[in-house]
């Protein structure tokens, strides 16, 4: 791929999109260029050099394609680099392994749990978009003990300042001290939604840790450990999320 191509041409190839249903995804402002958002399906785009981006995530070429699952310790931002050099998940992967990959989703600084990085835009796509529904189950340490009606409130959805949560899911799971420790199941991820979840009833975070992606757990591994995922489950994370195998 020496040659520019139209951008929908680009996105489809990628995987991410039927040609149309890239027209959309640019129309709707969704697309960048090097940093720029486009919104011409017309525009060309040299596969070599430029940077694409479909809500923030990178879209490459078809490739080989690699998958590791990470413990992410407190004090890390889920980001490839930082500007200010402060310490990224990256950090955390060796030099040979971490060239092209990138974090699925984000989690805060001082969130723990499960993080998926790679090098497929097209998964990361997918699993990161509220409309495929791709389960993410967290522990949440909370200050007070919220009330069977708090729990279906978060069941009917919650409004924060950018709109309704979608319908979540939640369990408490221990309490003690006056604290509870909830397990929340969500299919979307607004940026800090659970913590402002919480807030909005009346409940402060105090810790955060995603337990489950899919049926993917952090069974086995340490803070900072990370693992290949196996054939077999890349395999069932591509079915869950509509893709050929």
Known sequence: MNTLIRLQKYLASAGLASRRGAEKLIAAGRVKINGATVTKAGTKVNPRRDKVEVDGLPVKPAGEKKYYLLYKPAGFLTTVKDPFGRPTVMDLLPRKIKKGLFPVGRLDKDTTGLLLL??????????????????????????GVPTADDLQKISRGILLEDGKTAPAKAKIVTVQQGKASLLLTLHEGKKRQIKRMCSALGYPALSLKRVSLAFLTLQGLQPAAYRVLTTAEIRKLSFLAGLKE
């Open 118 to 143: 790679t090098n497929d835009g097209e998964m990361a796509f997918r699993l990161t978009h509220p409309r495929f529904e791709i389960k993410k189950e967290y522990l949440v340490l909370v200050r």
